[in-house]
């Protein structure tokens, strides 16, 4: 089975990550067989890909002068002969040819519009809210697929303490997110006031960086907490971690809680849509309201408190993950959806 990934999303970003490690988990089916069209400001994704024996082409997604992008993803398709043709957000889904609207998918992170995927005859939700969100658009259901995402850590090797400038011995609470007011991260720094013992990572750029940064020193956290930019080993970060904080006011999903399950390290949520329909309080995380610094610095400190509350969280996340977020269970269930695709064409 051909399949073409066309993302032209941010340089980096959640989203982002999703299609790439989604994409790397395909790789490794026997019987698929992949090419990808995107951006070329991402040098490690492009690298990814190419390491892992998947063909790249590069295209600027410009909307105001659309005739380079279409003819990049013409000439992908011309030549790859994909059986199904995947876009992934809705930048991507506005370049769809509407000759081959029967094999493509358009994918859903968030809260987009149909009309952003009106080439694409099928489509994905990454959540059982964005499935419903699809379906009350006019979608048949039988042309809407749950795939949910995954997270495989196995192997992973902490991150030097040292290097981050922060004592072996500290509880870290680490934060994946992009400097943006929907991430919250603002309520995590007056959190922190009141933990005189926690540091913080915050991994990720953005808009609200120098904010951010003049709010940490105002609050006198500039020995405790570490900006570190974008990052690539997010996994070295969590396995150094002591647990993970999400306070996201605006969340359609939010794979940190999957890369927390995964990581096995307990979690503390902001009950935004998309945690608030995974995280169960006290079993598998402690969900906590939006926008609430003492509630978000309560819940940390009984974690960091609380050895055996910890271990439960870890352990119920782990059992979430491995019920719905294991790689074998996306692989499944994409193979199943694109058959699927394979079957009505055929038929």
């Given at each position: 089975m ?39 400001d ?14 790249v082409h ?12 279409k003819?990049v ?5 011309r ?33 987009y ?41 196995k ?8 290097s ?13 997110a ?17 933990l005189p013992?926690?540091?913080v990572?915050i ?11 003049a ?8 020995g ?20 993970v ?14 890369d927390?399950?995964?990581a096995?390290?307990?979690?503390v949520?902001?009950d ?15 969900l ?7 509630a ?10 609380n ?12 059992d979430?993950?491995?019920k ?15 058959r ?6 055929s038929?």
């Amino acid at each position: 089975m051909r399949i073409l990934h066309v993302m032209a999303g941010a340089r980096e970003g959640g989203a982002e990550n999703i299609m790439l490690e989604s994409v790397l988990a395909l790789q490794e089916v026997e019987t698929i067989t992949q090419c990808v069209v995107t951006r070329p400001d991402n040098a490690f994704r492009i690298r990814s890909f190419q390491r892992a024996g998947i063909d790249v082409h590069t295209a600027s997604f410009n909307k105001m002068f659309k005739g380079p992008t279409k003819r990049v993803l013409d000439r992908a398709i011309r030549d790859f002969q994909p059986d199904i043709i995947q876009y992934w957000m809705g930048r991507a889904g506005q370049f769809a040819p509407a000759r081959y609207r029967d094999i493509s998918i358009g994918w859903y992170g968030g809260y987009y519009k149909l009309e952003r995927f009106r080439n694409c005859l099928w489509h994905i939700g990454l959540t059982k809210d964005l499935v419903r969100h699809i379906r009350e658009q006019g979608v048949p259901y039988e042309h809407i697929g749950l795939i949910h995402t995954t997270a495989d850590f196995k192997g992973a090797r902490s991150v030097d303490r040292a290097s981050l400038d922060t004592p072996a011995d500290a509880p870290v609470a680490l934060a994946l997110a992009r400097l943006h007011v929907k991430k919250g991260l603002d309520t995590l720094l007056e959190a922190a006031t009141k933990l005189p013992e926690l540091y913080v990572w915050i991994a990720g750029d953005g808009p609200l960086e120098s904010e951010l940064k003049a709010q940490c020193s105002a609050l006198g956290l500039d020995g405790r907490v570490r900006f570190l930019g974008w990052r690539n080993d997010r996994d070295a970060l969590l396995a150094a971690c002591t647990l993970v904080a999400f306070p996201s006011r605006y969340e359609p999903f939010g794979t940190v809680t999957v890369d927390a399950w995964a990581a096995g390290k307990p979690l503390v949520a902001a009950d935004a849509v998309g945690p608030a329909a995974y995280v169960k309080d006290g079993i598998n995380g402690l969900l906590i309201p939006k926008n609430d610094a003492d509630a978000l610095a309560a819940a940390m400190k009984r974690i960091l408190d609380n050895p055996d509350l910890a271990h439960s969280l870890v352990k119920g996340g782990y059992d979430t993950f491995n019920k719905t977020f294991t790689k074998q269970a996306f692989q499944q269930d994409s193979l199943a959806f694109y058959r699927k695709i394979r079957q009505h064409v055929s038929s």
